[in-house]
């Protein structure tokens, strides 16, 4: 069964390929993308109660919908093991790995410990990149999103350090043992994390895979790599941040 959705809707991650929603056939099954900020996710088409509050790069796949009301043509997806409805003007057709399977459980509890040290003030994420470039694949939003149990997003932009394309885009998920490496460090005092999936980096880097964490230097920059070495890592000072990876 397909719907042709009539709004017209631009999606604002850019690291997959963007497709506005009312220019194709939406069916069953298909995966769709929150484009904005605080959208209210609801229990019906229309102004039903709200279930919960998305943010930017929540996917879920298409239920059922196509249904106006309320001025919004509206669409049920399945997010995060339940079934939402949402207007159409907030989504966007996106590749099917946008809505891959979530990430461990254990990696999502991490998450949210580094994101209680961040609201605490011990923990810095970057809500920028270093090349200015804007997405959905900060610091802070891979953190984020991993808490809420999505995947780390990744940046879709070209740099010289890969001569052959650009960074991968879509998502991944940040393995355990590199959020365990950051509650570490964050253990014996404050942390900032300058990328985590994000950005543009070598064409094999670590941090397309979840892999890697660049940190802004310290006086602790020395600790920084003898710890990612001690947890069975590769860590060195990169000049301007102290990059650990895992494999």
Known sequence: MMWKIAVVVIFTVVNTVRAALFQDDVQVGECVCINTDNVKARLAAGYSPVVQVLDSGACGKVNSGGQTVDSYTSYQI??????VWVAGNYLDIQPESMCASACPTSAKDKACTLL??????????????????QDNAYAYNNIRDMCKGLRASRSNYSCSECKTGPAPGGSVC?????????ITLVSKGKV???ELAGACHSCTSKHYL??????????????YINTCKLMGGFGQNEGNHVHCQFS
């Open 78 to 83: 399945l997010y995060a093991g339940q079934l």
């Open 116 to 133: 209680q040290k961040y609201n605490s003030g011990d923990l810095g994420l970057a809500m920028s990149h270093p090349s200015g470039k």
């Open 174 to 182: 940040l393995t355990d043992k590199l959020l365990t490496y950051l």
């Open 192 to 194: 900032y994390v300058t």
């Open 210 to 223: 979840g892999q890697a964490v660049d940190l802004r230097l310290s006086t602790r920059s020395q600790e």
